[in-house]
């Protein structure tokens, strides 16, 4: 069930939908992980309003060649991409965030086509506010049908931007999925969800996918454990969060962050350690949880990717590769995939 909730944006190019009840899913998701054999934590939970925050914060460390990789691949392809897109296409941006990188493309969309409808999926509602607001400053034709839903399953957020409004007409879907958030997802979990959105869209309609590539250890750890700490502050924060919203007792000093690369699985793993053997409660869940000296939540995986994983995510998933574009030092992919 989709409801349209109050936006406070007097702006009726502005609409934002709600697809679920996010709070339960929170309190849900903290007892599995916690009291797995093995604890964990599934990475949507960090974007509460300061885990956005920490993550803009992340994309400008020197160390995080992320964002600047596939902003170059934006900035140096962007008229070839924007006419494999094809005319007058509706984009859908699934895990939008703060949008910086869209603009790249929404420059060139909105110059060729009279208008834009713009749908950006996100599980964080303010930054679909803020970032919805800032676009409609600057993209007179523009229009911004926000859904703030769990992009696993993106065929309900699609349902949302058909339901409520902003039907496109007659135009191609163009699906992104930028970042390389993909990768936050283990291999199963992203052809499970990519299944998803294929379903939800009709043939033809299209995705442009961002991944990053693998590459050198000595790149790829600090970029997931700066010595600013910046990175250590966003996956902390989720402890923050279990204490400010479930009533956590976590001492944030009492665990660590750590971060490596493991080649064989080509992902980055997060985790954090606790410093000593210690008990924590979370009063909203009735819950005591022990950890032992070094024990970890497992908080995030960023898998990497190569021609070869690429071309198997499209294939199990019922798309076809159109064309890859990459930076020029070859660390980032950005590809555009069909449904077939
Ligand atoms: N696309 C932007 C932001 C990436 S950060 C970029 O490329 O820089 C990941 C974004 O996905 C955040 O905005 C976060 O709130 C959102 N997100 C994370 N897990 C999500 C989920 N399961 N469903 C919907 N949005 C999610
Ligand atoms: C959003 N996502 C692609 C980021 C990544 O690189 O996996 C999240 C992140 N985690 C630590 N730093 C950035």
Redesign the pocket.
């Known amino acids: 069930m989709t409801v349209a909730i109050a936006t406070g944006i007097p702006d009726p190019r502005f609409q934002l939908v709600e697809t679920e009840a996010h709070a339960d899913d929170f309190a849900r998701d903290v007892r599995e992980g916690l009291t797995a054999p093995r604890k964990w934590l599934p990475?949507?939970w960090f974007?509460d309003a300061l885990g956005?925050a920490l993550?803009d914060a992340i994309?400008f460390l020197p160390e995080y060649y992320v964002?600047r990789a596939?902003a170059e691949v934006l900035t140096a392809h962007g008229d070839e991409i924007v006419d494999a897109f094809g005319a007058n296409v509706r984009l859908v941006?699934?895990?939008?965030?703060?949008?910086?990188?869209t603009r790249l493309l929404l420059d060139r969309l909105t110059e060729r086509q009279a208008e834009v409808e713009y749908v950006p999926?996100?599980?964080?509602p303010q930054?679909l506010e803020r970032s919805g607001r800032e676009l409609l400053n600057d993209y007179a034709n523009l229009r911004v049908l926000a859904v703030r839903?769990?992009?696993?399953r993106p065929s309900v957020a699609l349902t949302a931007a058909k339901t409520d409004g902003l039907r496109a007409r007659r135009s191609r879907t163009v699906v992104l999925f930028?970042?390389s958030?993909i990768g936050?997802l283990d291999p199963e979990g992203a052809v499970a969800m990519l299944r998803d959105l294929r379903e939800g869209l009709a043939s033809g309609d299209a995705l442009f996918l961002?991944a990053d590539l693998r590459k050198s250890r000595d790149v790829l750890e600090p970029a997931y454990d700066d010595p600013l700490g910046v990175t250590a502050a966003f996956n902390l924060n989720l402890l923050a969060r279990i204490n400010r919203e479930l009533g956590g007792t976590f001492a944030l000093d009492a665990f660590r962050h750590r971060a490596f690369y493991d080649e064989t699985h080509g992902r980055i793993e997060m985790h954090l350690a606790s410093r000593c053997a210690q008990r924590v409660r979370i009063d909203a869940l009735d819950l005591e949880i022990a950890f032992d000296d070094g024990e970890t939540i497992h908080t995030e995986s960023s898998y990497k990717h190569d021609d070869a994983t690429l071309a198997s995510l499209a294939e199990a998933s019922g798309f076809t590769i159109e064309k890859t574009w990459r930076d020029s030092r070859a660390w980032f992919a950005d590809v555009l995939m069909i449904a077939r």
Do not use: I
């Open positions: 990475p949507r974007y956005s993550f994309c964002m596939e941006e699934l895990g939008s965030g703060a949008a910086r990188k999926v996100d599980v964080d930054m839903a769990d992009f696993t930028l970042g958030t936050n961002g």
